[in-house]
């Protein structure tokens, strides 16, 4: 069965503080991995979509990189802003359906 | 910037009675979905739907689920008799191809 577990489920940080999240994967076969936040009471928003073992894209305070098991979403120096769910899911070989994680709760303090 | 809307917000209906949640996907996107996240829980797959069928549906999608795209912009899904687990919140999501997902702000349906 394809899963998706991320970790941490939460993670408070100081303005300012970077850190990592992490996405690990199983599947039969990876079309792609998805990064999308969410803020509360509001549907998934589009962060990054990779491909293959290696790849990496950034945006803004943001950098998500893949390797054949998990993925990681980088957060530099972030702000309050920043504060959110991030949703990582992944899409198997012939499929069109995303299969999501469970999410880490970012909260950034001022 | 194009956005997937979906209306209603929020939905409130007793158990039993039928419900049909609107999206109007981004305009030039040919697969439409429908995902749901129960409070607390993960985002699940409902169904998707290209070139005016089914295209994939999951275990969740049984027959009280259907969808539908009466015309060229809207895109539907309705519950033919909810039931208390029904209560979620429901996204809509459009894409171009099988690849990245645009998401519209969810209708919450609550089942009394």
């Known amino acids: 069965e394809d899963q998706v577990t991320q970790s941490p489920e939460a993670l408070r940080l100081q303005e300012g503080e970077s850190s990592s999240l992490n996405c690990s994967y199983t599947?039969?076969?990876?079309?792609?991995l998805f990064w999308y936040r969410q803020d509360p009471g509001k549907g998934p928003e589009f962060l990054f979509t990779?491909?293959?073992a290696g790849e990496e894209k950034e945006k803004e305070r943001l950098k998500a990189t893949l390797t054949k098991k998990e993925s990681f979403l980088h957060i530099t120096a972030p702000k309050p802003e920043d504060s959110a769910t991030y949703l990582c899911a992944v899409q198997v070989r012939g499929a069109q359906k995303l299969v999501f994680g469970q999410g880490t709760r970012l909260t950034i303090n001022p | 910037e194009p956005e997937v809307t979906q209306t209603p917000s929020h939905q409130v209906t007793q158990m039993g009675q039928e419900v049909i949640l609107r999206c109007v996907p981004i305009s030039n996107h040919l697969y439409f979905y429908w995902y749901r996240q129960i409070l607390g829980q993960k985002v699940e797959f409902l169904v998707s739907f290209y070139n005016n069928e089914i295209s994939e549906k999951s275990e969740i999608f049984d027959d009280q689920f259907s969808v539908e795209r009466p015309d060229g912009s809207n895109f539907t899904l309705k519950i033919r008799s909810t039931k208390l687990e029904d209560s979620a919140m429901y996204f809509c999501?459009?894409?171009?191809?099988?690849?990245?997902?645009?998401f519209g702000e969810g209708s919450r349906l609550t089942v009394l």
């Open positions: 999501a459009s894409s171009v191809d099988t690849g990245e997902l645009f």
């Open positions: 599947v039969s076969g990876l079309r792609g």
């Open positions: 990779l491909y293959s």
